[in-house]
């Protein structure tokens, strides 16, 4: 059982960052796609990136393509959201996702979520 554990949310100014991390225990992240999405109150849940077992292959909704990056580093067995030029519509609490696979922009197969951290970006 692959748990996940977000850390690296907080209160920023918009046009700041923050570095999101996600540790896994339990298993090793190398066999798993990994992803972030997030959810803004009173919103559904929202893809947000996604990067393949390897790290050869990234994803990202429209939304933060050029300002959001991520990574992953599967000997320390972690997931990285570089988020640069926050806005305020990026106010949301992010969740680490690990799958079997993604299709169009979606975890399918085993998939395990974190419990979230919460980004608030002020205006």
């Known amino acids: 059982q692959v748990q996940l554990i977000e850390s690296g949310g907080g209160l920023v100014q918009a046009g700041g960052s923050l570095r999101l991390s996600c540790a896994a225990s339990?298993?090793?992240?190398?066999?798993?796609?990994m992803g972030w999405f997030r959810q803004a109150p009173g919103k559904e849940r929202a893809f947000v990136a996604h990067?393949?077992?390897?790290?050869?292959?990234?994803s990202y909704t429209d939304s933060v393509k050029g300002r959001f990056t991520i990574s992953r580093d599967n000997t320390e067995n972690r997931v990285y959201l570089q988020m640069n030029s926050l806005k305020p519509e990026d106010t949301a609490v992010y969740y680490c996702?690990?799958?079997?696979?993604?299709?169009?922009?979606?975890?399918?197969?085993?998939?395990?979520w974190g419990q979230g951290t919460q980004v608030t970006v002020s205006s």
């Open positions: 990067i393949n077992w390897s790290g050869a292959t990234t």
């Open positions: 339990g298993g090793t992240i190398s066999n798993f796609d």
């Open positions: 996702n690990a799958a079997s696979y993604y299709a169009t922009s979606m975890p399918r197969g085993a998939e395990y």
